[in-house]
């Protein structure tokens, strides 16, 4: 067979396919390449009127995912859409439930300020007004009066009682009493008992008519107490109407066309009538409670509490990187003054779901599901429409302190979350709900075809990152190897990585470099040195392994050859990094029952899917020496120096390769690695990792005495598409000291290692002689004939066996 040739190993990309020098020539994308599946889900998603239309964008992390979301939003907001501003402020009549005022964009501010500057008036001319000399002069005449007339009515009381020598005196405050008179001594109580029968009697009535005077009188006074209580009210509003009544009647007018606001501002105007010793009170200790309790001497009790504000015609855009309870839904402050708790309107805080309203909320899944409450909260206020600021301890416990229940807000908003794939099938599967609130699936993409177009837009995604990272521009050779790292990332000649994250990252690094070396642009030079730098960075496991190889303690052969022993190929992950590794299998045969034994399964270091991939080389083997007759033959294999656990079914042809040259006995080049899968027909599948794989081996190589020119390894024709190899071994391909081979079926991979033809059965299903499969039927069939001449034996010696 013919290795395959350098610019199979490889795809560069042409730089006149670049029509530019720099990126700097470039228009930068405003959108995310590659994903036009997510955008249309997206864009229709968000332009659906209905409710239950949000998104869940599905991918693992680095796709650009919140970019993509970002930058679609900037530039393609649904100007259906409206947002408002939110506040709260004080029901007079119901102090726990604050009421919630709905104002167009912008409008929340000036309402606060507006009352803002009411109140600091009112505070400073209030006092004033009714420190004045004409109000204390009309007020005093109000007292005066109502003095006047009490004092003449109980004069009336006395001086009736007193022409019945019965004194009228003031026994407590607001209290009177009748007591008899001796002259102009009260009786004592032995002085009245002195008294004959006749005397006595005569001033008890005397006294009761007096009492019913007397509580005419009372009722007269309470009348004219609660006239001028009356009289001194009105006084007050008329004063308080003076001062205030222009200014609400401004604002009032101001605000005509939102009722709700209007109908504040006039309960403020009541209010303020019944309250006014708020700002009358020069208490400072009640002063200071004022502004952290809920009872009604509070002078911000008239003021608003802003909740959500908006600039005018922006649609809201909230992205929520911690989504607690408390961060997505709000909630109320407490003040302690002096060992007591506070609260009120003017300590609600919003949430996310609150700034997002009337716009879009960006949240990770997988953050959501991790808070406690948050889920199902988030759930109920989109099934509901309106977010309820209620307390989380009052969701864990079964008690909870006195506090306030703001009005709910309605909820209009699209939720965009971002999650990988598992945790949206487990959703999918174990929330009935989710797909009824989250009908729409963003599905990003992790790759794009390779193709003159696709490179050209990758470019400008290139130099769209550069003016978002404020990088230095970059060559057309530096996009071009960038490209290329690209198309290695995706595993693909033909296709392109489209994990934004690593992209940026090796554009950062590569500016670094860059910079370091005073350059005005990023070169491709500069490029290569920070993909070695990365891999230098995170190679020391990699490392550990080859020094391994290096001086024997991993037994490693690359020349000769042995029988019953492959070198596979295999590939390790380190957080991120993945290198390649020889590993050597081996294969022993002995008289049996045709049972092929995998010792990593039966010892529990295998994997399911490796364990497949034995199972389905003993079915190829059996299919073609067992069809007629059982196979006396049974064998083990195994992965030498493993202490890990294997999976994948990469290894199987390895596996059979070796298995086939202990049965035939014919020994195995060690100069060649093999990698593939195989089929029950005998078809080599493709392989993972095989970019990876080729270079530990050629790293193999040349740590265990350099290249021969005869060294290099097999693989899956149908991964040839797959190979974006490391320079060093293209170079090392093209001047014909290390090789790279690609086989379709098993045959192939025999002949390849073994360096004797497999042999094809002719119509009775005879291998030719000196083939390797001849040799193994030829076996098998000495096998059965001698198992044929044992039971012949064993007949004539005990003529009852059968």
Not at 607 to 615: D, E, F
Request: with cysteine; net charge negative; hydrophobic share 35%.
């Amino acid at each position: 067979m013919k290795s395959l040739p350098s610019h199979q190993l490889y795809k560069a990309c042409v730089l006149k396919d670049l029509p530019f020098k720099s990126t700097r020539q470039l228009e930068p994308l405003a959108e995310i390449v590659g994903q036009n599946r997510a955008q249309e889900a997206v864009r229709f998603a968000l332009a659906m009127p209905h409710g239950g239309y949000n998104v869940y964008a599905v991918g693992i992390n680095g796709l650009g995912k919140r970019t993509m979301m970002l930058r679609y939003l900037e530039h393609h907001k649904d100007t259906n859409l409206k947002s408002h501003d939110w506040c709260y402020v004080a029901d007079f009549e119901e102090p726990r439930v604050p009421k919630l005022l709905k104002l167009p964009a912008g409008q929340g501010t000036q309402l606060k300020r507006d009352m803002e500057k009411l109140m600091s008036r009112l505070v400073k001319v209030i006092p004033q007004t009714f420190d004045s000399d004409g109000f204390l002069e009309r007020a005093e005449k109000l007292k005066s009066d109502y003095t006047a007339l009490q004092d003449g009515e109980l004069e009336k009381v006395a001086k009736q009682a007193k022409r019945q020598k019965v004194s009228l005196t003031i026994s407590t405050p607001g209290g009177y009493r009748l007591v008899a008179m001796s002259g102009d001594e009260a009786h004592t109580a032995e002085s009245f008992k002195a008294l004959t029968d006749a005397q006595r009697e005569k001033f008890e009535e005397i006294v009761n008519n007096l009492e019913k005077r007397l509580r005419r009188a009372l009722r007269k006074l309470a009348d004219w107490e609660q006239e001028y209580a009356d009289k001194l009210q009105a006084l007050n509003q008329e004063t308080l109407e003076g001062v205030t009544g222009h200014q609400i009647d401004e604002l009032k007018e101001r605000y005509k066309d939102l009722p709700e606001v209007a109908g504040f501002i006039e309960a403020v105007r009541k209010d303020l009538s019944e309250n006014l010793e708020i700002f009358l009170d020069d208490d400072d200790e009640q002063a200071m409670i004022a502004y952290a309790s809920l009872d009604k001497k509070m002078p911000r009790r008239y003021l608003v509490n802003l909740l959500v504000h908006q600039k005018t015609k922006e649609i809201p855009v909230e992205v929520e990187d911690n989504p607690t309870y408390h961060n997505l839904f709000g909630y109320v402050e407490n003040v302690t003054y002096k060992g007591t708790v506070f609260t009120d309107f003017s300590l609600i805080r919003p949430g996310s779901l609150h700034r997002a309203n009337g716009g879009y909320l960006l949240m990770d899944a997988t953050k959501v599901l991790e808070q406690p409450f948050a889920w199902d909260a988030l759930k109920r206020a989109l099934q509901s429409h309106c977010i309820q600021i209620n307390s989380l301890e009052r969701e864990l416990t079964l008690s909870g302190t006195i506090s306030i229940e703001p009005e709910p807000v309605p909820l209009d908003v699209k939720i965009v979350l971002f999650g990988d794939r598992e945790t949206w099938m487990l959703l999918q599967e174990y929330d009935p709900e989710f797909s009824e609130l989250f009908r729409v699936t963003a599905d990003f993409e992790d790759e794009m075809y390779r193709n003159d177009d696709s490179q050209l837009a990758y470019a400008k995604f290139i130099a769209s990152l550069v003016v978002e990272k404020k990088l230095l521009h970059c060559t057309h050779k530096a996009v071009a190897r960038v490209i290329e790292q690209s198309a290695r990332m995706a595993e693909h000649q033909n296709r392109l990585s489209l994990h934004a994250a690593d992209i940026a990252n090796l554009l950062r690094e590569s500016d670094y470099w860059a910079r370091q070396a005073e350059a005005k642009q990023i070169q491709d030079v500069h490029v290569e040195r920070a993909l070695v730098s990365a891999r230098y960075r995170n190679s020391r496991i990699r490392d550990h392994f080859y020094d391994s190889i290096r001086d024997g303690t991993t037994l490693v052969t690359t020349s000769g050859s042995c029988v019953g022993q492959v070198n596979a190929l295999s590939v390790l992950s380190t957080g991120g990094f993945e290198f390649g590794l020889s590993n050597r299998i081996t294969a022993s045969s002995y008289y049996g029952d045709g049972d092929v034994i995998d010792i990593e399964r039966d010892v529990k270091l295998g994997g399911s899917i490796h364990s497949k991939g034995v199972m389905i080389l003993t079915s190829w083997l059996a299919s073609r020496f067992a069809v007629d007759d059982p196979m006396h033959l049974s064998a083990s294999l195994t992965f030498e120096q493993n202490y890990g656990e294997v999976d994948g079914d990469s290894a199987s042809l390895a596996e059979l390769c070796a298995l086939v040259s202990s049965i035939s006995q014919l020994p195995v080049r060690q100069d060649l690695a093999i990698t593939g899968s195989i089929n029950q027909f005998g078809e080599v599948q493709p392989i993972g990792g095989v970019n990876e794989k080729i270079e530990g081996f050629f790293t193999t190589c040349q740590l265990k005495g350099g290249l021969s020119g005869n060294q290099g390894i097999i693989m899956p024709a149908s991964n040839v598409q797959n190979l974006m190899l490391d320079s060093e071994v293209v170079a090392a391909v093209k001047a014909g000291d290390f090789h790279v081979y690609a086989v379709s079926h098993v045959e192939e991979a025999v002949a390849m290692l073994m360096g004797t033809p497999a042999g094809t059965p002719d119509s009775k299903g005879r291998y030719p002689k000196g083939t390797v499969f001849g040799i193994i039927q030829q076996r098998f069939e000495k096998m059965r004939e001698h198992e044929r001449q044992e039971h012949s034996r064993d007949e004539n010696k005990d003529p009852s066996i059968h």
